[in-house]
């Protein structure tokens, strides 16, 4: 009854993100009712494992009373009040003292959002503006890659490149370009991995020539692939990107909306791939997820110009810093902090997972297997002939439902299978993914035998916007 009746009202007045509303209110939505540390439950009494952290976000895994405490006080404190017009608050204020801390030494100074797409909209601003600051007012376009994800307001769908999503967007917003991502398994496996990061960074150069550097502002990253199915680039990427950027003047803005905050082993995934971002959105892991907030790292260069020379910056939100959302990300910073998060993905629990995960390689159905981390991928390959199913068998989604249906969220994106669990997930819950990943991996490989066997359009299942994303 109470399922169903949420599902009812759910399809009458609720309209899901990135969601086919008309196949979901035929299918039904799952009611998810409460969790605990990286546990959900829905209405139908499952508990399922969450491998994919909420949406990349709950690092803390969920059910942190500290977190409920600090959100607590600080409503009966200060439940809101703005950053505009002179004024600020104790939480915003430590906040961006912490973030500051935290950071990369250049950068110390935060702007903040209510989100991640809020946090590439302030980034297209800023990186305008700077240049006009600098007297370069043609340094406007933005370099930017194909299928990266960098939010879903126009200016964050305009920086993505998801080609379905531009497809219902546009006209978008002018001056952004994109190059080729470093998706080795998915584009480059004519050559070496080493090779093929090398000439994905030599793309981004001939972008720039293009251009001309005169008219280029910035490019735009994420250091890992998150929405674009955990890609997680060859190592020669990010080196040989450096010496392309060292050789022109581009500012760098390193999305680390989901590499930030521990997902890679250290704070920021700047720090791991030792880049010096001029620009860096956050949000997501900020507060585990159990508040919205999200900002703009700054670093010194562009700081400088816009305090110095900028006078007043039109842009900011109403919840920008926002009392409460500052408080809990606070706590969750000072959590993370005093129980080593960051360090134990580094030196225990990433290494672990990488180990355990790479035994699913032995599976017939996966092609590839990597992890970074607490970011970790399959590819899934048809045995028979090694490449990908047929789209139509839409393999993927039928793998995330089968996961689900067998207690664990791992995520699809076209025929890749991602997660991405929270950091305090244990060496005994990892056991447990990886030991439901394969049983998973088992009834998808029965299922698709069973419609290749098959023929005609009742083989046919409706693919998701993941499926068609890729
Ligand atoms: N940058 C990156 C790298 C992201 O992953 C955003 C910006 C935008 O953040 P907000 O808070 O505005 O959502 C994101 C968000 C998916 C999925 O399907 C990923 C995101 C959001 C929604 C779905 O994996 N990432």
Redesign the pocket.
């Known amino acids: 009854m109470y399922t169903e009746t949420y599902r009812q009202l759910d399809r009458d007045h609720h309209l899901h993100?990135?969601t086919d509303f008309k196949a979901l209110g035929e299918e039904g939505s799952r009611i998810v009712t409460h969790a605990e540390g990286v546990y959900i439950h829905d209405s139908e009494g499952n508990r399922i494992l969450d491998a994919m952290a909420g949406?990349?976000c709950v690092n803390l895994g969920y059910g942190r009373e500290e977190l409920v405490a600090a959100a607590t006080a600080q409503l009966r404190e200060l439940p809101y009040y703005n950053n505009f017009f002179k004024s600020t608050h104790p939480p915003a204020v430590k906040l961006a003292e912490m973030l500051c801390r935290l950071a990369p030494a250049h950068m110390n100074r935060v702007f903040f959002t209510g989100?991640?797409?809020?946090?590439?909209d302030t980034v297209l601003r800023m990186v305008r503006r700077y240049w006009a600051l600098e007297g370069k007012p043609d340094k406007q376009w933005v370099i930017a890659r194909e299928n990266a994800?960098?939010?879903?307001t126009v200016a964050?769908l305009s920086l993505g490149g998801m080609a379905p999503m531009h497809a219902q967007g546009g006209p978008l917003v002018p001056k952004i370009a994109h190059v080729r991502q470093p998706y080795w398994f998915g584009e480059g496996r004519d050559t070496s991995p080493e090779a093929f990061g090398r000439e994905c960074a030599a793309a981004l150069e001939a972008k720039i020539l293009e251009l001309g550097e005169e008219n280029v502002a910035a490019f735009i990253a994420?250091p890992v692939q998150?929405?674009g199915g955990a890609i997680i680039p060859p190592q020669s990427y990010w080196p040989a990107v450096k010496e392309v950027l060292a050789r022109y003047d581009i500012l760098l803005v390193v999305?680390e909306?989901?590499c930030g905050f521990g997902r890679l082993g250290e704070w920021f995934a700047s720090i791991h791939y030792d880049l010096k971002p001029d620009l860096m959105?956050i949000?997501?892991g900020l507060s585990s997820g159990y508040l919205?907030i999200?900002g703009v790292l700054v670093g010194d260069r562009v700081a400088e110009t816009l305090i110095e020379r900028g006078g007043e910056f039109f842009h900011g939100f109403t919840y920008s810093g926002h009392p409460v959302c500052a408080a809990v990300a606070l706590k969750n910073l000072e959590l993370m902090q005093a129980e080593g998060i960051v360090e134990r993905v580094r030196d225990d629990v990433g290494p672990y997972l990488a180990e355990r995960w790479a035994t699913l390689a032995d599976h017939p159905l996966v092609g590839e297997v990597r992890s970074l981390g607490l970011i970790g991928a399959l590819e899934l390959i048809d045995p028979a002939t090694g490449e990908r199913f047929p789209k139509s068998l839409a393999a993927g989604t039928l793998c995330r439902d089968i996961c689900f249906d067998h207690g664990l969220v791992m995520?699809s994106v076209g025929d890749t299978m991602i997660i991405s669990p929270p950091l305090v997930i244990t060496r005994a819950e990892i056991d447990e993914l990886v030991r439901l990943a394969w049983e998973a991996l088992d009834e998808t490989a029965r299922r698709l035998a069973a419609r290749e066997q098959a023929d005609g359009p009742a083989i046919m299942i409706q693919p998701s916007i993941?499926e068609s994303r890729s």
């Open positions: 993100p990135f949406l990349w989100s991640g797409s809020e946090a590439n994800y960098h939010g879903s964050g994420e998150g929405a999305d909306v989901i959105p949000a997501k919205p999200g995520r993941e």
